[in-house]
């Protein structure tokens, strides 16, 4: 497919037709991916796990776009570094997962530092050794209504275009995760996938509910099918219930209007109707945790996207958190997370049972979807106008992520 850096991403800039699938160097070009993994994972704001995950104390690692990403909260707040030991630059934690940790100590020489990342120990470096002169390197990072988010890019720190992009999530994300009090909250379940796919083929595969009514049995029990970003079809039905539940979550204050990539901007939030009769998404509609924040049972179910690492679904019970990982160019790691009230019974089976069946039919799609774009018959496909225009607004972002690595 391509023969050498930098020709992939030329191929992929040339031959993109607006409105069909990517062409197949996208999902199969180790050079691009890498490119990938500077242009968009290095920029902007890639969304790490839930905020109660990670109490003070505790570290989370997070293994990213070829970086490791060290998250930690001490008694003055929360702190995002780089992995990498400011001695010789080892990695310093090995695994990606949440650990209580007194200091990060790097197994290759035991410098030691504290969570806020500052080096507290570095043995016989010497009398003029300044250990204030080498913490570790900072990264951005936020909480947005209970979700923590990282930024690779150097921006993330200081006011900016960096910073100006994750405002302007979280002013319109907000409100309405706000009512859900998901920093108050507990990781009820959480599965992690490896799936033989580009992450880019994931991506898509989340973008459009095309593929729904064939293949989500469960999903469709108490979801419509529309609804998705750009997807302009309908039926009386659902139109009564948006009508109907529109006017139930304004009568409790829940804002019920949509944002959908304002100004090619990575984030969606929409507040989404459940079928008639159905409180949350699972097997039977009815609840299986208490209920979250100060919501009520008619709420809806709450969807939020930040591409390209996350989907969230918030239901007045549960919240199911998505998070994207890209391994290499044909795997991608995905962690499922579910969180529940802090307190009171609820039933983990019913808790995961749409969203454990969902997720692994969809990592099947894209598999075999993968499969068939790495083969050498592969030519891009027009995409739905009717349901797949969502998934051209992710190649039109994605592409602009691209283009401007290309130009720098
Ligand atoms: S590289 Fe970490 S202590 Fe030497
Ligand atoms: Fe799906």
Known sequence: MSNGTGSGLRT????????????GVAYTDPALFGAEMRSVFGRGWLFVGPSSALPVGAVQSWTVGGESVLLSRT???????????AHRGSRLVDDDGIAHRRRIVCPYHSWAYDLDGSLVGA????PDFRPDRHGLVPLGVRDLAGLLFVSLDPGGLEPGAVTDEFEAMERDVTPHLAPYDLRSTRVAARNVYRVRA???????????????????????????????????????????AVREQRATWARQ???THTVDFPDGLPHRVARLP?????ITETLTGARCAPLLGRVGE??????????????????????MLTRVTPIDVATTDVEVTYLVAASGDYDVDAVTAVWSATSEQDWELSERNHLGQCSRAYRPGPLSPLTESS????????LSRLEAHAVA
């Open 391 to 398: 998934v051209g607004t992710f190649h039109d972002w994605y």
């Open 298 to 319: 008619q709420s809806g179910s709450v969807r939020v996207l930040c591409m390209p690492t996350m989907w969230v679904h918030v239901n007045c019970d549960y919240a």
């Open 12 to 23: 992929l800039l040339d031959e993109r037709r607006p409105g069909w699938s990517l062409p």
């Open 75 to 85: 008694a003055t707040g929360l702190h995002a570094h780089a992995g990498v030991c």
């Open 123 to 126: 043995p016989q470096m010497g």
């Open 274 to 278: 459940l079928k008639p009769g159905v």
């Open 253 to 255: 204050g829940l804002p």
């Open 198 to 240: 580009n992450w880019k083929t994931i991506l898509e595969n989340n973008r459009e509910c095309y593929h729904c009514r064939a293949n989500h049995p469960e999903f469709c029990l108490t979801n419509f099918e529309y609804g998705t970003a750009g997807d302009p079809r309908s039926t009386p039905a659902y139109e009564r």
